[in-house]
T-cell receptor
Framework: AQRVTQPEKLLSVFKGAPVELKCNYS??????LFWYVQYSRQRLQLLLR??SRESIKGFTADLNKGETSFHLKKPFAQEEDSAMYYC????????????FGTGTRLQVFP | KAGVTQTPRYLIKTRGQQVTLSCSPI?????VSWYQQTPGQGLQFLFE???????NKGNFPGRFSGRQFSNSRSEMNVSTLELGDSALYLC?????????????FGSGTQLSVL
């Protein structure tokens, strides 16, 4: 069965500290992984996807098929990074169906 | 370009009633998918429509249904509402529904069932 696990409900760090939000997935096929973010009072939006191999707002994520992980990292957290982060699994054929993790709330203190 | 628009923003219904939610995708987008978001279950996939055809369906009872019109606008309907249907219902659109596309989400419809 397809599943996405985000083990931390809340991650609190101070500004300037490194951040790593964990994501593990379960899928027997060829996965497409995404990170979506929801800032306070804003709609859910795509942060990055593994197929693009890009860095957005200083965040990066590497797909590790051996460990079935797609952890989100940023070397120096900023206060404006405080938000809810969702890891999502797609790539299940020609469909937009995503399996979301339960989300991690990132709090960055000044 | 206008974003994904969902109406209404809030709805209050009582058990047993039915409700229809509407979603207008970004102009040119042909795929619309729906998600239910609750504090307990998180974001769960309901169904997806592409060119007026249901392409995929999540594990929800038959009380949940949807459709898509020729202009790509979509509606979802929930009949015989139950207390557990209280949730934020999110709609998302994409260009081609290829499995690795960026989804654009609406602000959602907050449904409260009393």
């Amino acid at each position: 069965a397809q599943r996405v696990t985000q083990p931390e409900k809340l991650l609190s760090v101070f500004k300037g500290a490194p951040v790593e939000l964990k994501c593990n997935y379960s899928y027997s096929g060829s996965p497409e992984l995404f990170w979506y973010v929801q800032y306070s009072r804003q709609r859910l939006q795509l942060l990055l996807r593994h197929i693009s191999r890009e860095s957005i707002k200083g965040f990066t994520a590497d797909l590790n098929k051996g460990e079935t992980s797609f952890h989100l990292k940023k070397p120096f957290a900023q206060e404006e990074d405080s938000a809810m982060y969702y890891c999502a699994l797609g790539g299940m054929g020609n469909t937009d169906k995503l399996i979301f993790g339960t989300g991690t709330r990132l709090q960055v203190f000044p | 370009k206008a974003g994904v628009t969902q109406t209404p923003r809030y709805l209050i219904k009582t058990r047993g009633q039915q409700v229809t939610l509407s979603c207008s995708p970004i102009s040119g987008h042909r795929s619309v998918s729906w998600y239910q978001q609750t504090p307990g279950q998180g974001l769960q996939f309901l169904f997806e429509y592409f060119s007026e055809t249901q392409r995929n369906k999540g594990n929800f009872p038959g009380r949940f249904s949807g459709r898509q019109f020729s202009n790509s606008r979509s509606e979802m309907n929930v009949s015989t509402l139950e207390l557990g249907d209280s949730a934020l219902y999110l709609c998302a659109s994409s260009l081609m529904s290829s499995g690795n596309e960026k989804l654009f989400f609406g602000s959602g419809t907050q449904l409260s069932v009393l």
